[in-house]
């Protein structure tokens, strides 16, 4: 089984949890930036499994993340980076942002982000910013070994 979809615009990292106070207690919560960006990855691989159940092993996860290049740098600095003769070496880092869509993917597409035992990201600049996701199902025996 192979799910393939896209999640448009800016990609968001996971943000590191922070810590409220409600009456004399103190709770840990998600960012909200996070929680929608994770919702909108959610949808996005919904829509896309169509009432498929959920992969239930080891799986390959593929991401090319398109990050959103700056209206303020020149036409030709723009030209060079959506040619890819420049690579974005700016926030989100991209541990974050992958971390943000295997959480949403919980539940989801798999049963829990364990399965990915395969991992290919690329992290460029793009025209038109957004993430390309890739799960593929593996047999145990595929997985490649370190």
Not at 18 to 29: E, Q, T
Request: proline share 5%; hydrophobic share 50%.
């Amino acid at each position: 089984m192979i799910l393939t979809f896209h999640v448009p615009g800016q990609a968001v990292g996971k943000g590191r949890p922070r810590i409220g106070k409600v009456g004399n207690h103190a709770r840990m919560f998600t960012p909200a930036k996070t929680v929608n960006y994770e919702s909108l990855v959610a949808l996005a691989a919904q829509q896309a499994m169509a009432g498929r159940a959920l992969f239930d092993g080891p799986v390959e996860l593929k991401m090319r993340i398109d990050c959103q290049i700056a209206a303020s740098w020149s036409g030709k600095k723009q030209r060079d980076a959506a040619a890819g003769a420049i690579a974005p070496t700016t926030k989100p880092d991209i541990d974050n942002i992958v971390k943000a869509i295997c959480d949403a993917l919980n539940g989801v597409a798999w049963k829990d982000d364990v399965q990915v035992v395969d991992l290919i990201v690329r992290k460029r600049y793009a025209v038109i910013p957004g993430v390309a996701v890739q799960v593929v199902a593996m047999k145990p025996f595929e997985a490649v070994a370190a």
